[in-house]
DNA sequence: TATTGGATCGCC
DNA sequence: GCGATCCAATAG
């Protein structure tokens, strides 16, 4: 995952101030900020802090843990396409679109977070640079990219950097 | 109204 | 390294 933090963060959409696409990073927390990539591909972000700082959280890549059960709650997703390393690759699995915009994750019973009883070491937690955003100056080397150490949920080319 | 380039991915 | 593919943002 990578955070995007206030107007001033240049990597963030929301630099450029409050417009029709970024409005629900202005909105309330745990809502769903999904955005079209390079014409192709969907990004899921969850709104983070409060109303009227936009701030929110990119997932970039996923595994599943206990894979088994949810086999038997998701639609097909997984099944075919196995790799979740990435934030198009993870839309397209899960089948998240912009129909999914601005949905509220607190509520919804289509999109929200669970807490499935995985635990993490907080020395698993790596970060680096984010990922793509060299347009964003010297925001661009700022540490608020948090990935896993293990399992490698990274492609080749990703780790190397 | 027209142009530009992107919080990506997969193939060359 | 590069093309796909479309739309938000910006300029005119």
């Known amino acids: 995952m990578e955070s995007y933090v206030g107007e001033n963060d240049k990597a963030s959409h929301a630099s450029r101030g409050k417009t029709q696409r970024t409005a629900v990073m202005f909105g309330e927390a745990g809502h769903a900020y999904v955005y079209l990539i390079y014409g192709m591909y969907n990004c899921l972000n969850i709104v983070t802090e409060h109303k009227d700082f936009p701030a929110a959280i990119l997932i970039r ?5 206990n894979a088994r059960s949810y086999y038997l709650t998701l639609p097909s997703p997984i099944l075919g396409e196995g790799n979740l390393n990435g934030p198009g690759k993870l839309t397209r699995a899960l089948r ?5 915009n601005n949905e509220d994750m607190v509520s919804s019973k289509k999109l929200y977070v669970v807490d499935d009883g995985y635990r993490i070491k907080k020395s698993q937690i790596l970060t680096s640079p984010r990922i793509g955003v060299d347009y964003a100056g010297e925001d661009a080397l ?17 780790r190397q950097r």
């Not at 700022?142 to 990703?158: A, D, F, N, T």
């Open 61 to 65: 890549g996923a595994v599943l843990t």
């Open 142 to 158: 700022l540490p608020w990219r948090y990935y896993l150490s293990s399992p490698p949920l990274l492609s080749k080319e990703r």
């Open 96 to 100: 998240i679109t912009r129909a999914l």
